[in-house]
């Protein structure tokens, strides 16, 4: 799997009462980075991290004993995990982070879909006034 971005979780790290994350943040980027790992599904991730959490879109991962909650978005096809938010297990109790992270949001359309759609109907269009 390919993480993006290490940089989410160096800054959470580098803040001050933080520094404790810093490795278990770097063991979960190593093994989710590793070559082996080839996630096709929620269960493959299930498998390996028994007490991830699906919630909506995003997958988060339980860091440093539970005293640190990582938000990530899995791209499975893609094979890339995308670092949306590291907080403390207090934070994500407070629920804020779902708005933040857009969990609850349908996934971004891809934009050459709508220009397809758009053109085959203008093109109908077009054909249905000259009686094509």
Known sequence: MRVISKTRLREFWEIPGYEDSEGPLRAWHTHVSHKSVSWHSWADVKTEFGSASLIGNC?????????????????????KVFVLKCMTHAEYDEDKWKTDCGCYEPPPSKPNKGVKAATEAMKATTRKKRGT
């Open 59 to 79: 997958v988060v991962f339980n860091i440093g004993g539970n005293k640190y909650r990582l938000v990530t978005r899995i791209l499975y096809p893609s094979q």
